[in-house]
């Protein structure tokens, strides 16, 4: 699905969205969520600045500004359910770090967190009985998110929570049994990440490979908030989720290569490359492809909407991008400081021109995972939940 089709196929959705979000804001959600605003010194121009940046990232045609506005009002709420498997912490820390926080604080009063492992004041057993009553209370419409991946060798003893040992491999099994959607923020949860590398002494993996169930990835060590708190935010607008590429990843976020937005593609294109650390084309800020800039085979968006509200990427701080996005970048993309050789990229000056897409995906088909394509998202969310859940069929997605 390209740009074009994506916007023809939002375009198409615009009647039920408008019908749903009928159903699901009124005039008074809407003044309350206005006051709200208020309350915390937001001028009406800042929100409007906060829902027309939100519906370009989300790639949404500039006629759902009002509706991102209406969506934020949304009266009923959607409970999370956020769990830790092994991983670093590093994707909540990123979450927090939203564009413009108290807007976006204010949206997950209304998504409002049920539960999330260590965003919470309850501690050992009290922790243990608010997450079970959660699972309860939310039975079937709770969205689980996990980060981290899941180890599975001898039964996945070699990750265990809680008083009763439980290994997290049951943990995610039997919560996400129960839960309408399951979200994989980070590309721990997503593909395995540090855990999954090579030898992988505790057999972990992705969610989608260790418990077998539909979910949506949204890769990156750590992803950025904007990724994140976006594929929230779609949820709440069409309570559906957003098309998906080949590996799960919603399009929006994931459907352009970072060397094809980034800064520094002038100098590429023009054969000036930084070749040592701190040298003349470091200072002047050239293409870090020589120095193991990741960049041609990663896709991302991070060139366009950065980490840390905006502040900056990685590319932007003087590193090449080391392909955090992508399924075992920690075997596929080491040395992280040097080219990638089987990739057959050409750099200019070098005997001709950078290799196409189609070659890069064929490298990942190979090496990692899959190239890009557009996945058929049928029955993420499950079909019991509401009437319009996320059906995109193969012909509306391709
Ligand atoms: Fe993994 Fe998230 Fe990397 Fe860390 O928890 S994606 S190690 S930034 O934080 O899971
Ligand atoms: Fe940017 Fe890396 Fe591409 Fe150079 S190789 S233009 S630094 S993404
Ligand atoms: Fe990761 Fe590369 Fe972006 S390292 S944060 S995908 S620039």
């Not at 896709?299 to 366009?304: A, K, L, S, V």
């Amino acid at each position: 699905m390209n740009s074009k089709q994506m916007n023809e196929y939002y375009l198409s959705m615009l009647d039920d969205v408008d019908e749903r979000l009928d159903s699901v804001c009124d005039k008074e959600s809407e003044e309350e969520f206005q006051r709200k605003l208020e309350e915390k010194g937001f001028a009406r121009r800042d929100f409007l600045k906060w829902t027309s940046f939100m519906t370009a990232a989300l790639m949404l045609p500039p006629v759902f500004e009002s509706r991102i506005a209406r969506a934020a009002a949304i009266k009923q709420r959607t409970p999370i359910i956020w769990l830790h498997m092994a991983e670093c912490t590093g994707c909540t820390e990123s979450f927090l770090r939203t564009r413009e926080p108290d807007i976006a604080q204010l949206i997950f009063d209304k998504i409002s967190l049920a539960y999330h492992d260590t965003l919470m004041m309850a501690s050992g057993e009290r922790a243990e009985k608010s997450l079970e009553d959660a699972i309860k209370r939310y039975k079937g419409k709770y969205i689980c998110v996990i980060e981290g991946g899941i180890p599975t060798k001898d039964g996945g003893i070699y990750l265990t929570i809680g008083s009763k040992g439980e290994t997290g491999l049951s943990k995610a099994k039997r919560i996400t049994k129960d839960a309408r959607l399951t979200l994989a923020f980070g590309t721990c949860a997503a593909f395995g990440g540090v855990q999954a590398a090579y030898p992988n002494p505790t057999g972990a993996k992705g969610v989608r490979d260790a418990l077998g169930i539909e979910i949506v990835n949204v890769s990156g060590c750590p992803p950025s908030s904007i990724n994140m708190v976006g594929t929230i935010l779609h949820i709440l607008l069409f309570d559906k989720i957003p098309p998906l590429d080949e590996i799960y990843r919603p399009l929006w976020a994931y459907g352009s290569r970072i060397h094809d937005y980034c800064e520094r593609r002038a100098h590429f294109d023009a054969g000036e490359f930084v070749e040592e650390w701190g040298d003349e084309g470091a200072k002047k800020g050239w293409c870090l492809y020589k120095m193991g800039c990741k960049g041609p085979l990663t896709y991302n968006n991070c060139p366009r909407y950065r980490f840390n509200q905006g502040t900056n990427w990685p590319i932007g701080g003087g590193h090449g991008c080391i392909g955090c996005s992508e399924p075992n970048f920690w075997d596929t993309m080491t040395p992280f400081e040097e080219p990638n050789e089987k990739a057959g990229i050409r750099i200019p000056g070098g005997n001709g021109v950078e290799a196409t897409s189609d070659k890069i995906g064929s490298f990942l088909a190979g090496a990692t995972a899959a190239g890009i394509g557009v996945h058929a998202i049928g029955s993420i969310i499950r079909a019991k939940a509401e009437k319009k859940t996320g059906k995109i069929d193969d012909k509306e997605s391709k």
